[in-house]
């Protein structure tokens, strides 16, 4: 599995983005799809997730701006972020979670996109 994110760029407090996830290789392995950020200075902090069934989640910091969303056709998972603050400025990772026979064994995954950066001036 190979995921490309995109979508990043500056934006002003209040104002809306949209990033991308797709995923190529074995997609069918996996199971949820997670967006995750980091501001400098700062660890990498997961924001939302989505399963194969459509099951979402949010942190507290970005329940109610946020929605992702996926296109299954696309294999592309969306973040819409709206009422963006200068607090959301950080580079966005996509990652992916998922299980895969090796050497016969199922073993769990999680494996990264590329980040994209998201810069929110005041």
């Known amino acids: 599995v190979q995921l490309q994110a995109s979508g990043g760029g500056l934006v002003q407090a209040g104002g809306s983005l949209r990033l991308s996830c797709t995923a190529s290789?074995?997609?069918?392995?996996?199971?949820?799809i997670e967006w995750y950020r980091q501001a400098p200075g700062d660890g990498r902090k997961l924001i939302t997730t989505?399963?194969?069934?459509?099951?979402?989640t949010y942190a507290d910091s970005v329940k109610g701006r946020f929605t992702i969303s996926r296109d299954n056709a696309k294999n592309t998972v969306y973040l819409q972020m709206n009422s963006l603050k200068r607090e959301d400025t950080a580079v966005y990772y996509c990652?992916?979670?998922?299980?895969?026979?090796?050497?016969?064994?199922?073993?769990?995954?999680?494996?990264w996109g590329q980040g994209t950066q998201v810069t929110v001036s005041q």
């Open positions: 990652a992916a979670e998922g299980l895969a026979l090796v050497h016969g064994n199922w073993e769990a995954y999680r494996l």
């Open positions: 290789g074995s997609v069918s392995s996996i199971n949820t």
């Open positions: 989505i399963s194969k069934s459509g099951t979402t």
